[in-house]
């Protein structure tokens, strides 16, 4: 990646050491009734949120946990970069609603464009990210992978608290009982605002499908204008592998582990024909007949 993350990483790395110290039934506490990881969030933080002031030219990248978020932001810091040619720094972890209260005040000094990635709920967003109608790209993944790459995130990390089992984690996510909460409390939310002006939607397997058209879309909706040879420039420095390969420079020790596999159809290797039924039940009654429902391609996706 064409940025110097290194606050990045130490972001991740004070987290990953609280989290040592956290046993898991201690790991979250709730906010505004959604479940968040004490070693990202508080409340202190959650309540200075409100006073943050977003400007038109943010650009705000929107994905419920395990859903791409850290693929997204790279791409859209090359982007930038192939745009202006000057890197983007991140003078913050760029998780909007994760670090002190301070944070927002500080982030008042940085210049435009600032990158916002969120894990929030559409109505948990700072009302002025709506009012000053900044653009938001939200990423989606069908729910089955997207639950297993969390489940592998708990459990193959060694500093971050893990569940009894495959089976243990899945009737806490079916629950919502898990980081930033429901899945499908997320998906509802957001559903009611795929068709507004200043949102995109973008599909996980989509981009995994082709990379190249993906970025070229986020590129245009951004409104950065970038040769076809600089779009491919971007996906071939934004594939899987190639992200992979940096991860320790990026992210540091959790590197490796964030980009475990990057595969569409993984939950077939852990998904017991009951879970399959029971997810299959709950996307029908949350968002079948739904615009997000049709997006999500849940058929070729998740039954297949
Ligand atoms: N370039 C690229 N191509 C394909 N897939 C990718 C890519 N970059 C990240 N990923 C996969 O995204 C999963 C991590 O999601 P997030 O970055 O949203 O995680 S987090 O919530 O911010 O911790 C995680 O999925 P799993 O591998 O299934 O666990 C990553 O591997």
Same mark, same amino acid.
């Given at each position: 990646m064409a940025t110097d993350k290194s606050k990045f990483i130490d972001y991740i790395d004070e987290a990953l050491e609280k989290s040592k110290e956290t046993a898991l039934s201690r790991l979250f506490f709730t906010y505004q009734g959604i479940p968040y990881p004490v070693t990202m969030c508080t409340s202190e933080t959650f309540q200075a949120l409100d006073t943050f002031e977003a400007r038109s030219d943010d650009i705000v990248l929107a994905s419920y946990p395990k859903c791409g978020s850290n693929w997204i932001l790279h791409i859209i810091s090359e982007l930038i970069f192939a745009d202006s040619k000057k890197k983007y720094e991140? &003078?913050?972890?760029? !998780?909007?609603?994760?670090? +002190? &209260?301070?944070k927002y005040q500080r982030m008042?000094?940085? &210049?435009? &464009?600032r990158i916002l990635a969120t894990h929030l709920h559409y109505d948990k967003l700072p009302g002025s990210i709506i009012k000053n109608k900044a653009k938001m790209l939200v990423i989606f993944r069908n729910p089955k992978d997207t639950a297993v790459s969390f489940f592998h995130f708990h459990n193959d990390v060694p500093d971050i608290p893990s569940y009894g089992s495959w089976d243990d984690f899945f009737r806490q996510f079916m629950q919502g009982q !898990?980081?930033?909460?429901s899945y499908f409390d997320f998906a509802i939310n957001w559903n009611k605002h795929? +068709? +507004?002006?200043n949102v995109k939607f973008i599909l996980y397997e989509d981009l995994k499908e082709n990379l190249a058209a993906g970025i070229e879309h986020i590129a245009e909706f951004f409104g950065f204008s970038l040769t076809g040879k600089q779009i491919h420039t971007v996906a071939a420095q934004s594939t899987f592998q190639a992200m992979r390969a940096q991860s320790q420079q990026t992210h540091g020790a959790v590197g490796p582990f964030l980009f475990r596999k990057g595969e569409v159809g993984d939950w077939k290797h852990l998904f017991s024909e009951t879970q399959n039924q029971e997810m299959d039940k709950k996307f029908r009654e949350c968002l079948a007949g739904t615009a997000l429902g049709a997006k999500l391609k849940y058929e070729s996706y998740c039954q297949s």
């Open positions: 991140y &003078p913050e972890f760029p !998780v909007l609603e994760c670090g +002190d &209260p301070e008042k000094q940085f &210049p435009s &464009p !898990v980081s930033w909460g795929l +068709d +507004d002006e």
